[in-house]
């Protein structure tokens, strides 16, 4: 459960967790030395302090990692995974808000138990949320349908993998993570699992606009290069186009017409001058991700573990 400043909800978060384990025990689901894992991202607030509380008070039960900085959620839920991989036979990801129906555990493991290695969860409805991130959302996968992304409509963080896909997702070294589109495009036998999600309890969420913007250009241009193909229409269309006026204004001028069409020409300049700054800035978003992945700089460091 990757975590950032939710001291006002983990309290009720590790107790509710604890009595879905004790459940799954008791049905015979899980291990008895099955736990909670959560990956601190850097909090500034108590939870590290109550992640402590609870680890003191349930060592076998609450485990914890905690990087060194504040990296994002992407690097949060990579660095669980991978400590938890190193423990577990199967990791379960979800949110530490629990706005994701705990409930969904069973089936995943049900799918599990019939030979899926990855399970992973597909929202019913999209719960209480801010209009503008409902339409956002919508523009969002629209786009990524258009580009070809294996990124699905409501596809979340929360799944169920076994060992062996983990162990495939250690294999990928790329800075830019874009965790849902990864576990498409891994393979193994999977299959989605809808579940209904929940308002929060407590806190609010830290995804502001600019952030979902970000992750979204991070999605976009980590698996897809229609961007730049379309670029290339573009320039092919505005190329037919400017040979077109060029013949046209030969022939005008050969029949001795006299050119005309200052506000044309002013239109143009400005209409060709910003669709050249947008494509230099699709191609410099690339460049970018390119120059990001050259440094090879460490994702994330772990300043401290509770295990």
């Not at 993998?161 to 983990?166: G, I, K, L, T």
């Not at 999605?219 to 730049?228: D, E, H, K, Q, Y």
């Amino acid at each position: 459960m990757p975590c950032y400043n939710e001291e006002a909800g983990l309290v009720s978060t590790v107790s509710t967790v604890l009595g879905k384990l004790q459940c799954l025990r008791n049905e015979g689901k899980i291990a008895e030395e099955s736990a909670m894992l959560f990956s601190d991202d850097g909090s500034r607030d108590a939870t590290w302090s109550i992640i402590e509380s609870a680890h003191k008070k349930y060592t076998e039960e609450v485990k914890a990692v905690k990087l060194a900085a504040n990296c994002g959620k992407e690097y949060a839920l990579w660095a669980g995974i991978m400590e938890a991989r190193m423990h577990a036979d199967v990791v379960v990801c979800m949110d530490a808000d629990l706005q994701f129906d705990i409930e969904a555990i069973d089936e995943f493991l049900a799918l599990h138990a019939q030979g899926y290695e990855l399970v992973y969860g597909i929202k019913k409805t999209r719960g209480a949320e801010p209009i503008y991130k409902r339409i956002f959302s919508g523009l969002f996968y629209s786009l990524m349908g258009c580009l070809g992304s294996p990124i699905q409509k409501n596809h979340t963080d929360y799944c169920l993998m076994a060992r062996q896909v983990c162990d495939a997702l250690a294999e990928y070294g790329e800075t830019n993570l874009i965790f849902r589109g990864l576990l498409k495009q891994l393979g193994f036998k999977q299959c989605p699992c809808y579940f209904e999600v929940k308002d929060r309890e407590a806190g609010q969420s830290h995804f502001s606009p600019i952030k979902l913007i970000n992750l979204s250009l991070d999605a976009i241009t980590s698996f897809s290069i229609a961007p730049l193909r379309f670029i290339v229409f573009i320039g092919s269309a505005v190329f037919l186009v400017g040979l077109a006026m060029i013949i046209w204004t030969i022939s005008d001028a050969f029949k001795g017409i006299t050119p005309s069409g200052y506000a044309t020409l002013v239109c143009s300049l400005w209409f060709l001058g910003g669709l050249g700054m947008v494509c230099l800035g699709v191609v410099g978003e690339y460049l970018g991700k390119l120059y990001m992945e050259a440094k090879k700089r460490p994702r994330y460091y772990i300043s401290s573990k509770l295990l």
